[in-house]
């Protein structure tokens, strides 16, 4: 028994965990290697068609209200994350074999909750710009400015930033049998810190975010359900009314699919895993939790109709682009018509 105790003693967490914890449960994730890198496959095809078209058409539509300001740096978060999507397309398609490295693994998984958090902030600023802007109209002229919406896009990126640097380190590689491991979390030795860190991510980014979202939309729908008067009764006050309630309509369900099932379902998975719960309920959490992690991936196919239906002049300068395209394509392909005069002499 005591050379047993020798030899356990002298793997390291990685390897502890490896044959300590699958030899007592051991998950059965043979649908993640079809789910997820389908999945991520589509959402990198139409993440990037979409947000490389949104970013295109905001230079185009240069200089930006506020609103632009916001709607350009969650654009620019999903493109950015959708541009990581190949190697984890290739990793989950491997079977759960990373080549690339632990640099490369460390920014992939950052890009994943850098984008998450930054969509949930940019949509807090511009959920709250539309509610200034809706409950009170005069500060918003004179509040609200485009510098001022850079700055608040800069601190929200260096926010992102600082909370994200733990888990930086705390991700890692590690190896099982022939295969390189790119955990999303981190060693099962760190396991119970990764949990205390996330908890206060979630609350900081998440949770705060949330709640002032939901606040702002109970005002804005008492203010849109009052009888409109003045300038309000107007066809420009009764465009902003529509663009405010499609905000509504997108950003809730952006959060409904993407945001709140991925944080409840990683919440009860990593519980589950501290406090060692049945075998069944882990692998049935497990489960759920692997399904909603491609579906926080999807905001960045959603946000881009948020520009389209919600945007100022967004989907104006788009038609505008794509008609004269298709106008002088159309020009190109019909013969040109020569006029021939006589000859006369």
Not at 165 to 175: A, D, E, G, K, L
Not at 210 to 236: D, H, N
């Amino acid at each position: 028994m005591e050379p047993a105790l020798r030899n356990f003693s002298a793997l390291n967490q990685t390897e502890v965990f490896t044959s300590v914890f699958n030899s007592s449960c051991r998950f059965n994730e043979e649908f993640k290697y079809i789910l997820l890198p389908v999945s991520y496959s589509l959402v990198f095809v139409l993440g990037f068609v979409l947000n490389a078209m949104a970013l295109w058409v905001f230079f185009k539509m240069r200089p930006w209200n506020p609103s632009m300001v916001f709607m350009f740096h969650l654009a620019l978060s999903d493109f950015l994350y959708v541009l990581s999507l190949p190697t984890l397309i290739y990793y989950y398609a491997n079977r759960n074999h990373w080549p690339f490295g632990v640099a490369a693994c460390k920014t992939v998984r950052f890009l994943f909750y850098a984008n998450l958090y930054c969509s949930i902030l940019f949509l807090t600023c511009i959920s709250v710009h539309r509610y200034i802007g809706i409950c009170h109209p005069i500060k918003a002229r004179n509040l609200v400015k485009s510098r001022h919406a850079h700055l608040v896009c800069g601190l929200m990126w260096a926010v992102v930033t600082v909370c994200l640097i733990p888990n930086i380190v705390f991700v890692t590689t590690s190896r099982r049998d022939n295969d390189t491991l790119c955990h999303d979390t981190t060693s099962q030795g760190a396991f119970e810190q990764y949990v205390d860190y996330s908890s206060v991510v979630m609350v900081l980014l998440f949770c705060i975010p949330f709640m002032i979202i939901l606040v702002c939309y109970c005002q804005m729908a008492r203010a849109l359900c009052r009888p409109r008067q003045g300038l309000s009764a107007s066809p420009q006050g009764n465009n902003s009314r529509q663009k405010s309630i499609k905000l509504i309509i997108v950003v809730l369900v952006v959060f409904a699919v993407s945001f709140v099932p991925f944080h409840i379902t990683r919440t009860l998975y990593y519980t589950s895993r501290v406090l060692n719960l049945h075998c069944e309920f882990l692998n049935v959490v497990n489960f759920t939790y692997k399904i909603t992690r491609p579906l926080a991936s999807v905001n960045s196919c959603i946000d881009p109709i948020l520009y389209f239906l919600a945007g100022d002049h967004y989907r104006s300068k788009l038609m505008f682009v794509l008609t004269r395209k298709q106008r002088a394509t159309t020009s190109e392909s019909k013969p040109e018509l020569v006029e021939i005069q006589p000859n006369i002499k």
